[in-house]
């Protein structure tokens, strides 16, 4: 027995999902976001990702999937290019796994440097 309110997913969220997916741009968000999904289906970003968790919604699964993909290039890409901020880029990327800290090794051991002002 479910207990609560009913769901609002249904049939047509996950037209709307694909429609967001792929057509993003015409609601006005610059790249594929949870958060544009959300507002376009009114709910919570939670609650998207509570629906991609479940075994019964697969195929929102793999349009949520599919949006962060299509966010992850979308960064990159218009990043190399220069259409977007660097910063904020490399900001959101962070999101997607992406660091820009280097890992100084030598025969496994860490490098420490001792810089002081002299």
Not at 47 to 63: C, M, N, V
Not at 72 to 89: H, P, Q, R, T
Request: proline share 2%.
């Amino acid at each position: 027995m479910n207990v609560g309110r009913p769901t609002k997913y249904t049939d047509e969220t996950l037209e709307i999902a694909r429609d967001y997916l792929n057509n993003y741009e015409v609601t006005g968000d610059v790249i594929p976001q949870i958060a544009g999904l959300a507002v376009r289906l009114c709910v919570s970003r939670e609650t998207i990702y509570d629906w991609a968790k479940q075994e019964d919604k697969q195929d929102f699964s793999d349009i949520v999937r599919d949006i962060l993909s299509k966010q992850e290039s979308v960064l990159m890409n218009k990043g190399l290019i220069g259409d977007f901020n660097s910063n904020i880029c490399k900001l959101a990327l962070g999101k997607h796994g992406y660091t820009d800290k280097q890992d100084l090794t030598s025969n496994g051991k860490d490098i420490s440097f001792n810089i002081s002002n002299a």
